[in-house]
Structure formats: C-alpha cells, structure tokens
Nanobody, 124 residues
Framework: QVQLVESGGGLVQAGGSLRLSCAASGRTFSTYRVGWFRQAPNKEREFVAAISSSGGRTSYADSVKGRFTISRDNAKNMVYLQMDSLKPEDTAVYSC?????????????????WGQGTQVTVSS
C-alpha cells in the first residue's frame, strides 16, 4: 500500500509556472506507475499526465502537451509535475494517483491510490 501527499499548488498569473510534488510512502515506490489528474468545479476529473514506474515512459493530455512535464525520483519517492505557460483553464484541484505496475495508464480506473489534491488557480 502507498500513501500520497501533494504539494506546490497556489495562485499564479496566466503565463506563470508552478511545480507540483507528490510524496509517496512505502519502500517499493519504484514498482508503481503514477498519474496526475485534475478536476475543475462542475467538471469531471480529467487525465493530465502519467509516468511509468521506471520513469522511462510518459504520456500527456493534449491540452497540456508541451507545457507540462512529469518526472519522478524513485530514490526520494517523489513525482513532480512542472507546469509552465499556465492558462486560466488549468485552474483545478490536481491529484496524484498510483498503482502497482510498470505501464503508463491514462484513465483513472488504472489507479488504486489517490492523494487529497492541491488547488491550482490561474488568474487572467
């Protein structure tokens, strides 16, 4: 089992940057795939980015491709989401999720463990 805690959210102007962090418990984090999802008010949760257990493969939603970068440091049990060129439509609660397995998954059904989320607000 793994527990996830996100941090790094906040208020930023359009065009700015934020780096979200996802800290995981557990000694076998390197065997878990991880994804970032977001949910805006009155909208369904949507996929943002995902990374394989080794970090060798990544996947991004079209809406963030070229602006966001997902990475991980298995030695530190950490996953990061670097968000650049932020837009007001990126405003949402961002959550990281994890599941045992090596492959990248872009649907929330592919994850078993979820963090509480961190709020990201982008002002215009």
């Amino acid at each position: 089992q793994v527990q996830l805690v996100e941090s790094g959210g906040g208020l930023v102007q359009a065009g700015g940057s934020l780096r979200l962090s996802c800290a995981a418990s557990g000694r076998t984090f390197s065997t878990y795939r991880v994804g970032w999802f977001r949910q805006a008010p009155n909208k369904e949760r949507e996929f943002v980015a995902a990374i394989s257990s080794s970090g060798g493969r990544t996947s991004y939603a079209d809406s963030v491709k070229g602006r966001f970068t997902i990475s991980r440091d298995n030695a530190k049990n950490m996953v990061y989401l670097q968000m650049d060129s932020l837009k007001p439509e990126d405003t949402a609660v961002y959550s990281c999720a994890a599941a045992l397995g090596t492959l990248v998954m872009i649907t929330d059904r592919g994850y078993d463990y979820w963090g509480q989320g961190t709020q990201v607000t982008v002002s215009s």
